[in-house]
């Protein structure tokens, strides 16, 4: 059964940074596309990033571009979201998840993680 799990959540002013991590177990890491999504309270998952198993190719939403990095280390069956200049309107909790296909569709996605709170405050 493939697990994965997020973790790096948290609490941080706005400006502030913070990394997630999310790790995979259960399942083979490679060839899956890797995803992380966010959800507000009462609201859809909204895309964030996504990137190939290979690490060669990367889709950011408008709304992070440029603000926020997303990486994966095969080695470590791990995919990170790094997360800078943050806004309240980051304010989600971030989930990832795993995918066979690269894409930006929410039901693209076949394994998903519990997801982790991220708060930004003023």
């Known amino acids: 059964q493939v697990q994965l799990v997020e973790s790096g959540g948290g609490l941080v002013q706005s400006g502030g940074s913070l990394r997630l991590s999310c790790t995979t177990s259960?399942?083979?890491?490679?060839?899956?596309?890797m995803g992380w999504f966010r959800q507000e309270s009462g609201k859809g998952r909204e895309f964030v990033a996504a990137?190939?198993?290979?690490?060669?190719?990367?889709y950011y939403a408008d709304a992070v571009k440029g603000r926020f990095t997303i990486s994966r280390d095969n080695t470590k069956n791990t995919v990170y979201l790094q997360m800078n200049s943050l806004k309240r309107e980051d304010t989600a909790v971030y989930l990832c998840?795993?995918?066979?296909?690269?894409?930006?569709?929410?039901?693209?996605?076949?394994?998903w993680g519990q997801g982790t709170q991220v708060t930004v405050s003023s």
């Open positions: 998840a795993s995918s066979y296909t690269f894409s930006t569709s929410s039901s693209d996605y076949t394994y």
């Open positions: 990137i190939k198993w290979s690490g060669d190719s990367i």
């Open positions: 259960g399942g083979t890491f490679s060839p899956y596309s």
